[in-house]
């Protein structure tokens, strides 16, 4: 048995601001009866304000709490008040969830953030069809079972900070039925994790360390990989994010490929050490 605060049971019981809002000036929806849980949400809004807003749900508990609270978090707040909700300032203001119920304040997020994009424009709705549409071709369905696309599970895991295939299930069901994406969801997580940590080495880095982390770079990583077309570079110097270097060997005669190798060599600095990293071939 689920452990619920007060408050998710206040909201589950006695539920704030149920139903639609005719001629709304945004409308999103999230999950859908196939999933197990459908969340639709309607925002009226006034010289930028969200002046009422309302929710229909099918789901557990929890959906209903989540989405109630949802409406009253948003009433009274301005469009850039409300873009910065998270699901987990909806899961806070609710006291907490339990892990196998953060799902419904994710739901609760992507309805919101849904609306925000389908707000009224120049007086007329966006076609909300032909959007999803647009956004679907250029994202990868992860989870076929609940329709779980890799780019709402990499959002869930650097909002929360997920670090097992079984969190992500907890917040996106993604992994939940059949099973078969669970190492793909792993391999999602530690590429986020991967991410942060170079994030993190790069921002902590002292001048002196930079410095001796891209000569290191250069010599076993770069110069390594031109060698083998009998090329090499060597690193001339550093001045700020500018990095002076000189090619050797037959990398010095290959006129047309000093744009693809001066890539390279950027985009492996960029990548290991800094990303504002810029490559400069000298003389």
């Not at 589950?12 to 639709?40: F, M, Q, T």
């Not at 707000?119 to 990868?140: A, Q």
């Not at 900070?161 to 994406?181: H, W």
Request: charged share 25%; proline share 1%.
């Amino acid at each position: 048995m689920w452990d619920y605060s007060e408050k998710v049971m206040d909201h589950y019981r006695n539920p704030r601001n149920v139903g639609k809002i005719d001629n709304a000036d945004a409308v999103g929806e999230a999950g859908s009866l196939a999933c197990g849980d459908s969340l639709k949400i309607y925002l009226k809004i006034e010289n930028n304000i969200v002046t009422d807003a309302k929710f229909q749900t099918f789901g557990c508990g929890s959906a209903v709490a989540s989405s109630s609270i949802l409406t009253e978090m948003i009433i009274g707040k301005s469009i850039d008040e409300v873009r910065k909700i998270t699901n987990k300032d909806i899961a806070d203001q609710l006291g907490g969830l339990p892990p196998e119920k953060m799902h419904c304040s994710v739901m609760g997020y992507e309805a919101l953030e849904d609306a925000l994009k389908n707000m009224r424009n120049n007086d007329e709705y966006i076609d909300m069809d032909e959007l999803r549409s647009n956004e679907n071709t250029s994202e990868k369905i992860v989870c076929n079972c609940f329709g779980i696309t890799e780019n709402m599970i990499r959002e869930a895991v650097l909002q929360n900070g997920l670090k097992t295939v079984d969190e992500v299930t907890n917040y996106t069901k993604a992994g939940g039925a059949c099973g078969k994406c669970k190492n793909t969801i792993a391999n999602i997580i530690n590429t986020c994790s991967n991410k942060e940590k170079s994030e993190d080495n790069q921002n902590n880095l002292t001048f002196a360390q930079k410095i001796l982390k891209i000569n290191n770079i250069i010599e076993n990583q770069i110069s390594p990989e031109l060698r083998k077309d009998g090329g090499d570079i060597t690193l001339v110097d550093i001045d700020g994010n500018n990095v002076l270097v000189k090619l050797r060997g037959k990398c010095s005669g290959c006129k047309n490929s000093h744009i693809t190798i001066k890539a390279f060599v950027e985009s492996t600095l960029r990548q290991t050490v800094d990303e504002n990293i810029n490559v400069i071939e000298v003389s």
